[in-house]
């Protein structure tokens, strides 16, 4: 399922109290999804790292009371009340006692004497046992007790973040022109670092704080591999001598054309995010210069930035003129 889909997916399955379990590769933004759909439903989360756990930790500890009976005092990250999301993160990577305490809480919303409040549900998330991460078999008594939604990363997912998370221009164009380094992750490699959404996130980050070169380079390649590296700071050193987007919807019918693929990718980026209402009427103008697809490309990211663009007659015109390749 794309990040698109499994978050609609929670969004209808937390209110309903259902538990589900989110599966995917290490990085590819499993803690996120679930991060976003608490702040889209309003609600709380409690992120527990299941594998940092012992069994007693969620059992707490007993007191003595004054008719000298023994009761259990649940710890504090346990919610008490009102509404939300109780994560238990890596849950498949915690041992085996730890996993086995989830069960009653999993499937009665009890723990002891502890019991989960009406407005919480249960969501976990792990890797795959084939992604050769840090994992234990789940029991299937315990996987018995979840919806189970197999995360996949998408191209198209990951660029609407990234430009609503103003991720570097340069970054976004180059997933764009290499979509299958979004997620680049092979178990059996020996590598330490790879492609994968959360890293480039963390590139883009990189990137934003505009280090010196030989830095920069040192400082991507640890963070999503050297072969990544190497193409990413190539790429970035292209976008960097293109003209500056003003320059290009000031004079969209003379204004040069480039050739590479790699450098229409990002002009097309560049002039997405730079472009306005007033400006909207250039950039239809060059955009009937490019080639067909970069063409689309360009109109469609001007229009995801700004919904405006869709009511003017610029967009219009050229939508006619460009109905074959639209539709």
Request: aromatic share 8%; proline share 9%; glycine share 6%.
């Amino acid at each position: 399922m794309r990040p698109t889909e499994i978050k609609k997916a929670l969004e209808l399955l937390v209110p309903l109290g259902q538990p589900a379990f989110v599966w995917g590769a290490p990085g590819v933004g499993k803690s996120q999804i679930v991060a976003q759909t608490a702040r889209l439903l309003g609600r709380e989360l409690v992120d527990l790292r299941a594998v940092l756990l012992d069994p007693v930790d969620l059992r707490g500890i007993p007191k003595i009371g004054q008719d000298d009976v023994a009761r259990w005092c649940p710890p504090s990250f346990l919610p008490r009340c009102g509404s939300g999301i109780l994560f238990l993160d890596e849950l498949n990577a915690a041992p085996p006692l730890v996993q086995a305490a989830c069960y009653q809480l999993v499937l009665d919303r009890k723990l002891g004497e502890y019991e989960l409040p009406a407005g919480w549900t249960v969501v976990a998330a792990g890797n795959r046992e084939s992604d050769r991460a840090v994992t234990h078999r789940m029991p299937s008594a315990l996987a018995n007790r979840f919806v189970h939604l197999d995360f996949e990363p998408s191209v198209e997912d990951w660029i609407a973040w990234a430009q609503q998370e103003n991720m570097p221009e340069e970054l976004v164009a180059f997933i764009r022109f290499r979509p299958s380094l979004l997620h680049c992750f092979d178990p059996s490699g020996p590598e330490k670092a790879f492609p994968s959404p959360r890293t480039w996130e963390y590139a883009g980050r990189i990137v934003q704080s505009r280090p010196e070169e030989a830095l920069e380079y040192a400082l991507l390649k640890g963070t999503v591999g050297e072969g990544a590296a190497a193409e990413f700071t190539g790429f970035c050193r292209l976008c960097r001598d293109l003209p500056e987007p003003e320059a290009v919807l000031a004079a969209p019918d003379s204004a040069p054309v480039p050739e590479e693929p790699a450098v229409l990718y990002a002009l097309c980026e560049a002039l997405a995010r730079a472009m306005n209402p007033a400006t909207m009427d250039g950039l239809v103008r060059y955009a009937s210069r490019l080639p067909a697809e970069f063409g689309v490309l360009l109109v469609r990211g001007a229009a995801a930035r700004d919904k405006a663009v869709l009511d003017s007659g610029a967009f219009t015109r050229w939508a006619t003129a460009n109905a074959q390749v639209l539709f």
